[in-house]
């Protein structure tokens, strides 16, 4: 009688195993079940974000004067940001993948590359704190955000090189999704870009800490940057077609569109009549 290999007894155990956690992915973009995992975390994450944002404000700029553990703005952006980048370059140019190669993954890895270029080491360095500012930015929403931006990075880096197998054909470059993916996500960038621009330059002269916004959308919108950064995500998200745009423009919108209600009313708290009368939306010019 032929014995059989540990290899052939410990096969049943592992399809049992795999078995066991495909159950937990109840999200099931793909045949891989770590994959689908991975895609049901991010969907729980939309959820945590929206619930923690509504019950409280995240604890940074106008918002993180109350918090204990906190660093200079800086520091604090530099951080939450910083495991986008890692955990993108590990997960796309590290590791395998099948289409890596094809010119569209590359064309979105390189949009990945420029946004957090900007987000995670040019911004931070442009920021212009008040000289009499003490740090404001709590160390909950820079390390606890880890949890969004380092599945936001490998989610964004398997989809490109593995899973989105519509990005490895020649045909999705001139899709109607690509092309204007890609229109709304550079003309929001660019917008992104010059609203920072605009905030930054209330600090230019010495004043108060805090002032009323002036020019481009913030004359209709309290949180014309907010606005600007849901613009560029939905743009990835038509360009990428994946979980992974769908991902961050979500969990973009459950932590933005609530604390543009609560910025709305700190300025109308802060400035009473005076910014009342500028008659501003909320979020999105001249609807809400």
Known sequence: ????????????????????????????????????????????????????????????????????????????????????????????????????????????????????????????YLLRPHPGARSNFSLMPALGGWLVTITHGYLNGRWFAEFGLHLGRKKWLSDVRFLLGLLLYFSGFIALVYHDYLMRELRSSPGPRYRIPHGGLFDYATQAVYFCELWTWLGFFLMSWGPNGLFIFLVSCANLIPRSVASHQWYVKTFGQEYEQLQRAFLVPFIW
Not at 16 to 26: D, F, K, N, P, V
């Open 1 to 124: 009688m032929r014995r059989r290999s540990a290899a052939q007894d410990e096969a049943p155990e592992a399809k049992l195993e795999a078995e066991r956690w495909r159950h937990l992915a109840l999200v099931r973009i793909s045949p891989s079940t770590n994959f689908n995992l991975l895609c049901t975390w991010a969907a729980l994450l939309v959820l945590i974000t929206g619930l923690a944002e509504c019950s409280s404000s995240t604890a940074y700029g106008k918002f993180g004067n109350e918090s204990l553990f906190s660093v200079p703005p800086r520091v604090g952006w530099w951080l939450m940001e910083l495991p986008v980048t890692i955990s993108f370059l590990y997960s796309f140019f590290y590791l395998p993948g099948p289409q890596k190669q094809a010119l569209a993954p590359r064309i979105c890895a390189a949009v990945m590359c420029l946004h957090y270029s900007y987000r995670g080491w040019i911004y931070p």
